[in-house]
Nanobody
Framework: QVQLVESGGGLVQAGGSLRLSCAASGHTFSSRGMGWFRQAPGTEREFVATISASGGSTDYADSVKGRFTISRDNAKKTVYLQMNSLKPEDTAVYYC???????????????????WGQGTQVTVSS
């Protein structure tokens, strides 16, 4: 079992920055691909970013490419999402997700992830 706890959300003005963190429990964190997704009211949960188990490979949704950066610290069992140049359309609940053990590749689809955090709210005001 893996438990994921997100933090770092909040209210920020357009153009500002936030860094989200996702702390994981369990012994196999370093073998798992990780991802960030988001969900705005009335919409489906969408892919934001993903990182491989080693951290050597990343992938981003076109809407955040060049503004967001995903990273991980396997010693701390934590994955991060640095969000810069935030826009009002980035407003959503952001979820951290973990793939199954030894599934270390990046993935964009929700079905590829076995564990989810409770989410953290990000609100960007105009």
């Amino acid at each position: 079992q893996v438990q994921l706890v997100e933090s770092g959300g909040g209210l920020v003005q357009a153009g500002g920055s936030l860094r989200l963190s996702c702390a994981a429990s369990g012994h196999t964190f370093s073998s798992r691909g990780m991802g960030w997704f988001r969900q705005a009211p009335g919409t489906e949960r969408e892919f934001v970013a993903t990182i491989s188990a080693s951290g050597g490979s990343t992938d981003y949704a076109d809407s955040v490419k060049g503004r967001f950066t995903i990273s991980r610290d396997n010693a701390k069992k934590t994955v991060y999402l640095q969000m810069n140049s935030l826009k009002p359309e980035d407003t959503a609940v952001y979820y951290c997700a973990a793939r199954g053990p030894w599934n270390g590749n990046t993935r964009r689809t929700r079905d590829e992830y076995d564990y989810w955090g409770q989410g953290t709210q990000v609100t960007v005001s105009s």
